[in-house]
């Protein structure tokens, strides 16, 4: 594959698009549960005799199911979520042991793990969650059809390695065939509506609330990569990797919470209704839209093994990464039920 986007044009583009990148997940909320889940326990025998531990996630954002996790917590174990606005300080924050657990993609786990950072993968967390979009008007049907169009490009990421992905499939190169505008992910639905640009790829829920006002439309092919529709996976800090009892409890705690919301697969219409419209304010229209591009996993199986190595793929080819990342190594993957 021959990715068109180096290093220097991610971390170009990331640098004219960073003031908007704290809102990439979607705006402020509150922190902890959503009130509407009580505690119920769960998890398994262990008793953790009044222990608290963190787990990181977005603001109001669709992989918010730790919010969860209390209701599946197991005997003296109290979970206090808490809102981060970007995976590196998640990072950061594990990595100095004041953070125990948290969401995340493959795109800053994986830079950060070539510098040394030690978090690990202990199970899924959420799929999808990204979209292109492309103006309703301009009869654009296909990523080939984004030929000698503008395109709002948000900060480096997933997204980004996405796009490029799929314009090289096209036989597209982004500032040759097409026009990047680098733009945070709060600007991008603004500038579909003003038809500053003619698409983006973003996040949700600003792709759906352009889909839901009629301005926009998706393209199918956003999952069509070698990331596949891997959103995030959740990651154990260093200091409680060694602790069986915790990691057992918080993959049972993700489990229980991902087959609340998503049950076999399948969105719980209602559950997410709570979560979306009640606690988080998302107008119904958008709610109903959103959920076929959302939804909570807790499995990481083979098929997910091998949507973290492609990202990581796309990452190495586009110069991203200076070398293939172990992968082995990030996985602690032992507390998985077996299958």
């Not at 973003?202 to 529709?229: C, F, I, K, W």
């Amino acid at each position: 594959m021959d990715m068109q986007l180096t290093r220097r044009r991610l971390l170009a583009l990331g640098a004219a698009g960073a003031a908007g990148a704290v809102l990439a997940s979607c705006g402020p909320g509150d922190r902890g549960a959503p009130a509407s889940v009580p505690p119920e326990g769960g998890g398994d025998s262990a008793s953790f005799d009044g222990r608290s531990i963190s787990v990181a996630l977005y603001s109001k954002n669709h992989a918010s199911s730790p919010l969860f996790w209390q209701r599946f917590a197991p005997p003296g174990l109290t979970v206090e979520p808490q809102i981060f606005t970007s995976g590196s300080d998640m990072n950061r924050a594990m990595e100095a042991g004041d953070l125990d657990f948290a969401l995340m993609g493959p795109f800053n786990s994986l830079i950060e793990a070539e510098q040394g950072f030690r978090a690990k993968i202990i199970c899924m967390c959420s799929r999808q969650g990204i979209g292109l979009v492309v103006r309703a008007d301009q009869g654009i049907e296909s990523v080939a059809d984004l030929a000698g169009k503008t395109i709002a490009v948000p900060p480096p990421g997933v997204q980004v390695l996405v796009l490029t992905a799929l314009l090289d499939e096209a036989g597209l190169v982004l500032d040759r065939d097409l026009t990047a505008v680098p733009l945070g992910y709060a600007d991008h639905q603004g500038a579909l509506e003003r038809g500053d640009v003619d698409a983006y790829i973003g996040t949700e829920p600003p792709v759906t609330m352009s889909v839901v006002s009629g301005v926009g439309r998706r393209l199918q092919a956003v999952y069509d990569t070698p990331n596949g529709d891997f959103n995030t996976a959740m990651w154990a800090a260093p200091h409680v990797q060694g602790d069986p009892e915790l990691l057992a409890a918080a993959v049972a705690m993700q489990r229980g919470a991902a087959e609340l919301l998503t049950p076999g697969g399948e969105n719980d219409p209602q559950v997410w209704h709570d979560l979306l419209v009640d606690q988080f304010g998302y107008a119904e229209p958008v709610y109903e839209e959103v959920l076929s591009n959302i939804g909570a996993e807790w499995d990481f199986d083979d098929e997910r093994k091998a949507q973290f190595e492609g990202a990581g793929a796309l990452m190495l080819a586009s110069g991203v990464l200076s070398r293939e990342p172990d992968y082995p190594s990030l996985y602690l993957l032992d507390h998985l039920p077996e299958r």
